[in-house]
């Protein structure tokens, strides 16, 4: 967001915008791929949080499916059909978060890496 020029503030507020419409209109919309690039990891570091929900999960419902994968291998075998095929759907919410929010988080990376632009 300091990237963001001051004067793009200035010229709203000379159009008679007031500071929520100046956050609303102007300093959200320029800031979404970079609120979405920090989303975006988040969400990624939270949904595979291992360590964290193997210390607090006190139940099978407060449990997250990469934490439920390494209950599937038994004492003396693994079934790795059925890994494999857990590991594939536990896959499947980043992959379409991920589809959904591309384009936002592409853009994000870019404009993070420019100086002066």
Request: charged residues 10%; contains cysteine; negative net charge.
């Amino acid at each position: 967001m300091d990237d963001i020029p001051e004067s793009l503030d200035e010229a709203a507020k000379m159009d008679g915008c007031s500071h929520i419409d100046i956050l609303w209109r102007i300093i959200v919309p320029l800031s979404l791929p970079g609120i979405t690039v920090a989303g975006f990891y988040t969400f990624i570091l939270s949904w595979n949080d291992f360590l964290f929900v193997s210390i607090l999960s006190q139940t099978a419902a407060t449990r997250t499916l990469p934490f439920g994968l390494q209950l599937f291998p038994s004492q003396n075998t693994v079934a790795w059909e059925l890994l494999l095929t857990a590991a594939t759907v536990a896959m499947i919410p980043v992959v379409v978060f991920f589809a959904i929010v591309q384009r936002w988080v592409v853009g994000g990376l870019a404009s993070g890496g420019m100086k002066g632009a």
